[in-house]
């Protein structure tokens, strides 16, 4: 674990097999994880992580959105699941999936589901039919504000240029927005480009808001304010550095 700020650390990514950096907020009273990974048995090492840190087991765990990286760790995950009504929805529907070589195959065929995924996932998993979903508890529309203790967190959903079912998680004593992949470009619905109006729409949102630095599933884990802004405004995907805005911290 690698520890950002007073409240947040995070795990490491593993590109090999897509594992995004999975956080984690610690409050006085309660700690909050931020996505359960792509596998039970890599959420099951992220908490042998926090232990060896002797950090707490999450008392809850927030999904950012239904993308199999961040959401297939869930059968491992004992404490309650919140995500947003769309991110269920997704989850729902991929929860009725069959994981065998031929219904993969199929979904490759039809577009259902991506090469990069498929590929990805034969990595993660040895043997597919191992593969499991699962669900949130709480679900919320809009917006959904958490105080965990000396650390107030607040989740946004929003409409995002890589999903639309996306969670924003913002820790305010922290100035950190979690973004996930919500900056990304959009690989199921848009053939993996930026749509402009959800581009414009993301970018006005985050010009509003008062966070200093930006957390990212993948590729670098932090960007600062500044340089996120200066690449979404072009239409570009953002580069892995750490910005120098996070220098000395």
């Known amino acids: 674990m690698k520890r950002f700020s ?31 990974g792509n596998s039970p048995e890599n ?9 060896s840190e002797r950090l707490r087991e999450p008392t809850m765990l ?16 004992t404490c309650p699941v919140i995500a947003s009504e769309k991110a269920q929805e ?8 069959e994981w065998t070589e ?46 965990l203790g000396g650390v107030h967190v607040r989740l946004v959903h929003r409409d995002t240029p890589h999903t639309r079912d996306a969670v924003l998680v913002f820790a305010e004593e922290d100035e950190a927005l979690i973004g996930g992949d919500s900056h990304d470009v959009d690989y199921y619905d848009n053939d993996g480009r930026f749509d402009p109006g959800r581009l414009d729409d993301y970018v006005k949102y985050l010009e509003e808001s008062s966070f200093r630095y930006y957390l990212k599933g993948h ?24 910005t120098s805005e996070r220098e000395g911290l």
Not at 43 to 51: C, H, I, Q, V
């Open 43 to 51: 959420y099951r090492k992220f908490l042998g992580n926090l232990a």
């Open 6 to 36: 007073e409240h947040i650390w995070y795990r490491q990514e593993d590109p090999v097999t897509d594992l995004p950096y999975c956080y984690y907020i610690n409050g006085s009273r309660f700690s909050l994880a931020v996505d359960a």
């Open 62 to 77: 927030v999904l950012t959105h239904w993308h199999y990286d961040h959401t297939f760790g869930l059968p491992a995950v």
């Open 102 to 147: 031929k219904a993969m195959r199929q979904r490759l065929a039809s577009g259902e589901s991506l090469q990069f995924a498929y590929d990805k996932l034969h990595i993660a998993y040895p043997d597919v039919t191992k593969i499991q979903t699962g669900l949130a508890d709480i679900l919320f529309d809009t917006e959904m504000n958490i105080d």
């Open 219 to 242: 590729d670098g884990a932090v960007i600062g304010r500044n340089e996120l802004l200066a690449a979404l405004r072009e239409g570009k995907t953002l580069p892995g550095s750490l």
């Open 90 to 97: 997704n989850l729902l529907r991929i929860s009725n999936w």
